[in-house]
């Protein structure tokens, strides 16, 4: 992860950056390394000392962190917290959305409760234009696909029929009884 320090009308000891990348070292653990880059800026208003950090991560996530305290440890511990609670949430949801998923996964299909709604559903999908068609011209007019079927009305029999691709590459054809 990419560290940038800055300090306005301050002056960056070097025990003030170890404290700062000490801090930053456990926002990194909590994130699992997911961590790109932080940017921590560090300035005085009067009395008070200001750290404010930005902690940008995988997947466009920006998580930021203000405190304001009489001295630089208080602050730049205060605005780490604050990042880290941040951090545990979304790194909460990524569990439970990693968990949800793997639990539909092992569950086995016939240990999965039927229920009234979940029942088979019928879903209109398209209307086709029944055309007719002798059995030549729907053999052609049925793709390639495993899933092709063609409805034509027969001009023999005058009755509406499905030519349809079977799994072993032939062609099928369903006819009403007469």
């Known amino acids: 992860m990419r560290l940038t320090l800055t300090g306005r009308h301050?002056?960056?000891?070097?025990?003030?950056?170890?404290l700062v990348e000490r801090k930053v070292a456990r926002l990194d653990r909590v994130l699992n390394s997911r961590a790109v880059s932080c940017q921590v800026e560090l300035y005085m208003e009067t009395f008070?000392?200001?750290?404010?950090?930005?902690?940008?991560?995988?997947?466009?996530?920006?998580?930021?962190?203000?405190a304001v305290?009489?001295?630089?440890?208080?602050?730049?511990?205060?605005?780490?917290?604050?990042?880290?609670?941040?951090?545990?949430?979304?790194k909460g949801k990524w569990v439970t959305r990693k968990r949800a998923g793997r639990a539909l996964e092992a569950a086995p299909k016939a240990a999965r409760p039927v229920s009234a709604s979940?029942?088979?559903?019928?879903?209109?999908?398209?209307?086709?234009?029944?055309?007719?068609?002798?059995?030549?011209?729907?053999a052609s007019a049925?793709?390639?696909?495993?899933?092709?079927?063609v409805v034509f009305r027969n001009p023999d029999t005058d009755e509406v029929n499905v030519m349809f691709r079977r799994p072993d590459g032939d062609l099928g054809l369903i006819e009403p009884k007469s």
């Open 10 to 18: 301050i002056d960056i000891t070097p025990g003030l950056r170890r």
């Open 48 to 66: 008070r000392h200001v750290a404010e950090i930005h902690l940008h991560a995988r997947g466009g996530h920006m998580f930021q962190g203000k």
């Open 69 to 90: 305290s009489t001295s630089w440890t208080e602050s730049i511990g205060e605005a780490a917290d604050r990042i880290t609670q941040q951090g545990q949430t979304l």
């Open 118 to 138: 979940t029942a088979r559903r019928i879903v209109r999908a398209k209307r086709y234009a029944v055309k007719p068609m002798s059995m030549d011209e729907a």
């Open 142 to 149: 049925v793709g390639p696909r495993a899933d092709a079927f």
